[in-house]
């Protein structure tokens, strides 16, 4: 072998790239590490992006400054790292044979040759902007880079109109940082409910619901049409359904895997549309890697591709990529496909598979949902979090949750993903040493709450139906019997249509004038009293019995308010 | 077998008590349940009696109401759960071999015989109250119940002097509760530190610190020796070290299982002094279970019996004694001594093994203390904590965690506690795919960089000093050369006493100037350009390097602040 040091060439100079050379510089002090960055700023953090347009983060360069305030520019990648870092520079070919990399300095239009022993392809991913009318107008614009909220700030104004196109991730983020900027919100989202795909219809109502009380004109199953505008200004959106005055449009319909270099190349793509890579991150050329935005990722619940690019994958695919490259033992599992996101005062987290996606893939699955206060219940801080933990019904395994409120949601929804990852079932879960004190948690945190109801499911105690499967029940018109067992003063504040007042203390008394062949649906508050009736009522020789999961709280639709006569 | 209803008797009725007759009642609609209870006070939350007195809980009662606001009480058990609750009634012995529990009722007298089929007994703990003198003055008093709490907070007045005995739990929550409400308090603790048996030394200082920058005048090193008053009323308290003036006094120095009636019915002890239980709750007795703050639990690590009662615990234990009595397939595997106090501003947690204890039960502990931002550093809302992992080093498995600061501290705890339920590795830790957005966490979240920061440790990439470790040094008088990377701004600001300064990003430059024969401790702020200076000393070939675990913001002792010649 040669005594020179090795070339090691990353193409893509953000998340996954800046960490495999920084990995790698301390791992192999001698290799001549190059990065080849088509744009001008490194390694920033792009899921910041919203929070520096709401002013939660003071400006701009802090999505590329250490935690210390130091820019992370090519001086600080050269003299802190030891890594060359061309930027503007593009990457145009790889000549897998001979092992070169053709690229183009942008700003002299220049190219060049570079030889890699290994090559590391970061390229990342871009937003998906589908051809519609008026997309190059000013003011039209996708969030991704820098640039974008350098560019989406300059047109933030107080009382001005915005419109988002999309109601994903960063769609949600942007609606609450313009709107917290003052600004007029509407928010587009062509299917019918926002987070399609990450929460199921009845919890994204909750969401809707917070939306709409925050103030964000939300109108679901509209799509763009057209966006319109005067002296390349953009003045107006609109869909089938009406028109938007718009003065800044951002395009968030999700992202797209930057993977051009590398199929022209002849690699192998994923059937998500990116590339394809081994445990080690190795593509099918094996003198190249891939990480970050622009590779495909394996589900840990089901082991099907995916593609969900994050900052925090590509960090984990850096650091394994430059193990490998180095020698040392180091592949990456695959994710769980874990998400939060805050949005107004709702907390909201995902992580494994819906019921629905776990049974396209073979599970047999099962879901409770159920509604907690996050900590002591009588905590002035305290606030509620409603979870939907889904199982397979033959292995008792977690499958994956979703949980949104005002409380702690995002510890909640680690502890899944850790339990996930170790294949837990929900009896293990349900008795898992949680950390207790009256400021974090409750005697029964609320996992352990929707554990044991899951459980009581389950083993036959209490049949229940989700608020989305009583909602269908009831748009069907089905004869059952909505049995509030709340008390009067609760029931007179806030109930469901049509429901009938029992209060729990006196069901035992007044079982008996409950009809027999009627579906009993008791519900209470968070329905802790609603599963408690179900369990009377068995016992006093009722079978057709199913509890509301979540209760009135739980419950997103129409609510009756104020007086009633009890 | 009889066709008579079986008798289930509960002795206890607060958590884990009535937990087992509300869930016994749902599975079993025939069983005669009774619970026997000496006090008044029915199924309280006694660990939220701190934040009845800081008034963060609105009054006393909410401890025993449920979410809804209903007390639960013998009227709410016998209406709403068909349990017979007997209060002010003592239980005094039992007959195992008729199965026959004597009873005394404290208002009358009366004594009686109640028969079972099964007994349970959750007869919980009590505060342990060494006999000095003057522990019976007014003004004195434990917390364990709704008594206590009442009793104290008729002793709460502003600028009055409280002295909390005890700096464990408890005692730091009253420390701050009766801060909060304007007292003068002084905290008393015999060893040299807080927390003693839950956080290292090192960590605990931190707590010290916020302590003593709340007003609290902490006094380490202190036992008791008398309590002093007048009239029957409490002034003074005495240690070997001074006096302090007291109008009220609390003593938190522990709790201790109450097995006085397990004990004299002969069933066995175990060591750790509470009543030994098998997997089911079970004591040695085959009609006699056992649950909550009365039985011994197994740390799920080392296998070992201890004593650590907890309102979580005891609500676990009950679900699972109701199971057992009905046939169902229950177990407890053991606890993690998860814990988690609010100290002020600083959050606190534990669970697992400390390095001394997991050395102690023959593992070979590696540590690594890192400190992180809870979320993306640039976000306004982000706090620091620090992290301590330990593992094991032939298995690479996780054994414990200590984490301590302003910022998000239960969910990390948490995940570990899930985690060491699972018997994780460090490296499985490193990839879990926990939650990433910027309001909740970072791209390498604080659990992955402490991770990673341990993974390189036991890998030889980094040596690495705790600041304990480097503080014992530095007292024995050991040569050593402290080399502050970070920027001369940084510097300026706040230093190690006796650090030299040289920038990270002159070290490369500079490096040939450092002596080799010396141990070089570089650090930064949190030690990951700390981490990086290794990796560049190595390079240059430098083997004595160890960098110190925290840096700055890990380092507990003394620092220099203001200008400094750099």
Same sequence: chains 1, 2.
Avoid at 101 to 114: N, S
Avoid at 412 to 438: C, E, H, M, N, W
Avoid at 480 to 507: K, N, T
Wanted: hydrophobic share 40%.
């Amino acid at each position: 072998m040669s005594t020179e040091p090795r070339k090691i060439l990353i193409v893509g100079g953000v998340a996954a790239g800046m960490k495999t050379a920084s990995r790698l510089r301390r791992l192999d002090s001698e290799a001549k590490i190059t990065v080849i960055e088509r744009g001008v700023h490194l390694s920033y953090g792009a899921c910041a992006l919203p929070y520096v347009l709401s002013e939660e983060i003071e400006e701009l360069d802090e999505v590329r400054k250490t935690a210390n305030g130091t820019v992370r520019d090519e001086a600080f990648f050269s003299m802190v790292k030891d890594v060359d870092v061309l930027t503007r520079c593009e990457a145009l070919g790889i000549d897998r044979e001979k092992q070169l990399l053709d690229v183009k300095f942008l700003d002299d239009e220049r190219q060049q040759q570079l030889a890699y022993d290994a090559l590391v392809l970061a390229t990342g991913s871009r937003p998906l902007v589908p051809p519609f009318p008026g997309r190059d107008l000013a003011g039209v614009r996708a969030l991704k880079g820098m640039e974008d909220a350098a560019e989406i700030a300059k047109n933030i104004k107080s009382n001005n109109h915005a419109v988002i196109v999309g109601g994903g991730l960063i769609g949600l983020e942007m609606a609450e940082a313009l709107k917290s900027r003052g600004m007029d919100v509407t928010l587009l989202e062509m299917q019918d409910q926002v987070l399609a795909g990450i929460l199921d219809s009845d919890l994204a109502e909750h969401v809707h619901r917070e939306l709409r009380n925050k103030g964000i004109k939300l109108r679901l199953q509209e799509a763009l049409q057209e966006i319109r505008g005067e002296n390349g200004r953009v003045q107006q959106v609109t869909t089938a359904k009406g028109s938007y005055a718009a003065d800044l449009v951002i395009l968030a319909l999700g992202a797209r895997p930057n993977i051009e270099l590398a199929q022209e190349a002849g690699l192998e793509i994923g059937p998500s549309g990116a590339i394809k890579v081994n445990k080690h991150m190795q593509t099918s050329d094996q003198n190249i890697w891939a990480a970050g935005d622009c590779v495909e990722s394996r589900h840990l619940i089901n082991d099907q591709p995916m593609y969900l690019p994050l900052g925090s994958t590509a960090n984990k695919h850096g650091r394994i990529v430059a193990d490998v490259l180095c020698g040392k033992p180091a592949n990456f599992p695959g994710i769980l496909g874990t998400l939060l996101v805050k949005v107004f005062g709702l907390n909201v987290g995902r992580t494994g598979l819906s019921a629905e996606k776990a049974r396209q893939s073979g599970f047999d699955p099962v879901s409770i949902f159920a509604p907690s206060p996050d900590r002591v219940h009588s905590m002035r801080d305290a606030r509620p979090i409603l979870t939907r933990l889904t199982i397979d019904r033959h292995s008792r395994k977690l499958l994956g949750a979703q949980i949104v409120g005002p409380g702690e949601v995002a510890k909640r929804i680690d502890v899944i993903a850790t339990a996930l990852s170790f294949d837990a079932s929900i009896d293990q879960l349900a008795k898992i040493d949680l950390g207790y004190a009256p400021p974090f948690s409750a005697a029964m945190d609320p996992l352990h709450q929707a554990a044991n109801a899951l459980r009581n499911k389950l083993d036959g105690l209490a049949d229940s139906l989700s608020p989305l499967q009583l909602k269908q029940q009831l748009d069907l018109g089905k004869k059952l019997l909505l049995l509030d067992v709340r008390s009067p003063d609760e029931y007179s504040e806030v109930r469901l249509p049509g429901a009938m007042l029992l209060p729990l203390g006196q069901l035992r008394a007044k079982v008996n004038e409950l009809p027999k062949d009627t579906l009993i649906v008791p519900f209470c508050k968070i329905s802790l009293r609603g599963y408690e009736a179900v369990r009377i009522l068995h016992a006093a020789g009722y079978d057709k019995v199913a509890y509301l999961e979540g209760g009135v709280l739980g419950w997103p639709w129409q609510l009756e308010r104020g007086a009633a006569e009890v």
